[in-house]
């Protein structure tokens, strides 16, 4: 699971008052102290209709707003705030103001998100975006829960905003990126995650997990050729990467590259001996070139591998059969028919 940024709650900050206040703004304020919300909106909605140039009372609003669920009208009452907030010390408390509404929500987001709720986490999440819609924790957080919830078209919305407002290269745009790719490869989409996976390659050329997932989505548009060149890029990164050298095998079979396919099996049989697979592809191959030697070799380690394996047998028999081993061949021969009518004794 990943881990949810936290945020730190602020106090809600009281912003300081003009000496000079309106009768409406004085009512509200003090409405605001009994906790009466609804009679402070309501003079704060008079304020501003008289006074629309009042910063104050649009943030003290969008306190009335939250308060109400209105939490979209809530994030637009702060931005009007900001906007008409010259004094950057007043601007900041505002920031305040709005940063510890949006971090109850995140709070309350964070403790479903513990309890495994995702879909109450995402609500919460989503209510702190439409608080603070530039605040990109909260972004963060929705599109983690989203996705965790099973909801991947809303996920994938909620991912491409967080990458819009995040800093290239940063966690949040890695995580993005990441996501996407896998979001959009559940999709089949296969040229739209190479697309995310080339932008997180563009900062880590050499990633052989990125390299790896590039080259699977290659494989699956039929690009055999640069799905090739990108495993071969990962053989060359670590020269004894198995994965990397079977790929490069299937991919050479796939292109009518025998020779070259039989190289690369051999190459990942000996990096990893006992790899079952990358054993049974370089017998394979050595039989289509007729090296029986070689496929007796790799058969043997197949069986050793796996003595439940009829095929393995009857190949390894074909191999002692090409190279005049009559008894040997009759012997695995048999094993083969057994193991296949399923009366091994």
């Not at 909260?138 to 078209?153: D, M, R, S, W």
């Not at 030697?293 to 059969?321: G, M, Q, S």
């Amino acid at each position: 699971m990943r881990t949810l940024r936290t945020i730190a709650m602020f106090l809600v900050v009281a912003l300081v008052l003009t000496s000079c206040q309106s009768k409406y703004f004085t009512s509200a304020k003090v409405y605001i102290q009994q906790g009466n919300w609804e009679d402070a909106k309501k003079q704060l909605l008079l304020e501003i209709e008289n006074n629309p140039e009042n910063g104050e009372a649009y943030a003290f609003l969008a306190q009335a707003h939250e308060k109400d669920g209105e939490y979209v009208k809530a994030g637009e009452s702060f931005a009007k705030a900001k906007e008409l907030t010259t004094k950057e010390k007043k601007r900041k408390e505002i920031e305040d103001m709005q940063l510890a509404l949006a971090g109850i929500h995140i709070k309350r987001g964070n403790s479903f998100f513990e309890a495994k709720d995702f879909v109450k986490a995402a609500d919460e999440y989503k209510i702190a975006t439409q608080v603070y819609p530039e605040y990109l924790a909260a972004k963060h957080n929705l599109a983690i829960a989203l996705v965790q919830a099973g909801n991947y078209e809303d996920g994938k919305t909620a991912w491409t905003d967080v990458l819009s407002h995040a800093e290239t290269g940063s966690e949040e745009w890695n995580q993005a990126h990441n996501l996407l790719a896998k979001i959009a490869l559940q999709d089949s989409n296969y040229a739209e995650a190479i697309g995310h996976t080339d932008a997180l390659l563009a900062e880590d050329p050499e990633n052989i997990e990125l390299l790896a997932f590039k080259g699977g989505c290659l494989d699956a548009l039929e690009e055999h050729e640069e799905a090739l060149g990108i495993y071969q890029k990962i053989a060359s990164i670590d020269s004894c990467n198995v994965d990397a050298w079977f790929n490069v095998g299937i991919l050479k079979e796939k292109l009518d590259d025998t020779p070259g396919a039989k190289e690369a099996f051999l190459k990942a049989a000996t990096c990893a001996p006992d790899d079952k697979d990358a054993q049974h592809n370089l017998g394979i191959m050595a039989i289509k070139m007729e090296n029986w030697e070689l496929a007796e070799t790799a058969f043997r380690k197949v069986v050793e591998l796996d003595p439940t394996d009829a095929a393995a047998w009857n190949n390894l028999a074909v191999a002692c059969l090409n190279q005049d081993k009559t008894s040997e061949a009759q012997e695995y021969f048999e094993k083969s028919t057994q193991l296949q009518a399923g009366t091994d004794e």
